[in-house]
Nanobody, 120 residues
């Protein structure tokens, strides 16, 4: 069993910053890809940023230059530094990880989500 627990969501004014964290724990041998997705009310879940175990990153066009994804492999933790927040960034942010478990199976796991609200 693998658990992903996010933290750091809050209410912030436009132009402000937040840092989200997501810690993975449980039956983990290795983690390949880690990422952040978000879902706004009435919209589909969308990819925000992803980082490989080697540190390669990809971002949605809407957040490039404002958000930075990073990870601490020793802590099985991924971070999302969000600067220059806009009201359209308001959403529930979900952490995702591709995990090799002790059963030697690769699978995708999701956190429960953390709310980010940006006021104008």
């Amino acid at each position: 069993q693998v658990q992903l627990v996010e933290s750091g969501g809050d209410v912030v004014q436009a132009g402000g910053s937040l840092r989200l964290s997501c810690a993975a724990s449980g039956s983990i041998v290795s983690i390949r890809r880690m990422g952040w997705h978000r879902q706004a009310p009435g919209k589909q879940r969308e990819l925000v940023a992803v980082i490989s175990n080697g540190g390669s990153t990809n971002y949605a066009d809407s957040v490039k230059g404002r958000f930075t994804i990073s990870r601490d492999n020793a802590k099985n933790t991924v971070y999302l530094q969000m600067n220059g927040l806009k009201p359209e960034d308001t959403a529930v942010y979900y952490c995702n990880a591709e995990v090799l478990t002790r059963q030697y199976l690769w699978d995708d796991y999701w956190g429960q989500g953390t709310q980010v609200t940006v006021s104008s």
